[in-house]
């Protein structure tokens, strides 16, 4: 079983719709939680992270975290063609100063104008 | 943004042969990572470094080698390419200096050995 797993689409929604996008983990040491948006034939840029549970938000999109139930999510709201991309949790152990990431295996998001 | 620059951007070549992949960085971070992306699989952690003098084995170090050259150069090499090496490599870097510094990554590289 792995570490992290991520619902792997791919996932079609049109244009303004409300996107979910879920992981599950089963490591509870787990301490930091990522989002990375990943465009085509470029590397994942870092969207949104959270250290305790319950919502941050950013503009459009909120991350949501319950380490009770091991679960994470990303709420995209208003959805927009621009928002088509891979994407990708991330997760991280507190170790000292070192901040070795797991990764999920990644949500392809297309929106349809 | 190519604050983080991976050459070559694409490789061909055949199994048996030695790859050298290089990756820079201008941001002047002191952290960086070799990371492979298979599909299905995610990012995964090959080696990664804290300073020029750490080298460190990440989850799936076995055929890889890498030389920290400076604190801005980090090169990734397979010394006897097999098929199963295709994928897509990418570099990253982090900054150990304040809490939660995020790694960035380049635009990776794709390497495919036939």
């Known amino acids: 079983q792995k570490e992290v797993e991520q619902d792997p689409g791919p996932l079609s929604v049109p244009e303004g719709a409300i996107v979910s996008l879920n992981c599950t983990y089963s490591?509870?040491?787990?301490?930091?939680f990522m989002w990375y948006r990943q465009y085509s034939r470029k590397g994942p840029e870092l969207l949104m992270y959270t250290y305790s549970s319950g919502n941050k938000e950013d503009g459009r999109f909120t991350a949501q975290v319950d380490k009770s139930s091991k679960y994470i999510s990303l709420f995209i709201r208003d959805s927009q063609p621009s928002d088509s991309a891979t994407y990708l949790c991330a997760m991280s152990l507190f170790s000292g100063s070192a901040r070795q990431l797991t990764f999920g295996s990644g949500t392809q998001l297309t929106v349809l104008p | 943004d190519a604050d983080v620059t991976q050459t070559p951007r694409n490789r061909i070549t055949k199994t048996g042969k030695r790859i050298m992949l290089e990756c820079s960085q201008t941001k002047g971070h002191d952290r960086m990572y070799w990371y492979r992306q298979d599909p299905g699989l995610g990012l995964r952690l090959i080696y990664y470094?804290?300073?020029?003098?750490?080298?460190n084995k990440g989850e799936i170090s076995d055929g890889y080698s890498v030389s920290r050259q400076a604190q801005a150069k980090f090169s990734l090499s397979l010394e006897s390419a097999i098929p199963n090496q295709t994928a897509l490599y990418f570099c990253?870097?982090?900054?150990?200096?304040?809490?939660?510094?995020?790694?960035?990554f380049g635009d990776g590289t794709r390497l495919s050995i036939l």
């Open positions: 990253a870097t982090s900054d150990s200096q304040g809490v939660n510094q995020p790694q960035h």
């Open positions: 490591n509870s040491a787990f301490q930091y």
């Open positions: 470094s804290f300073d020029v003098k750490d080298i």
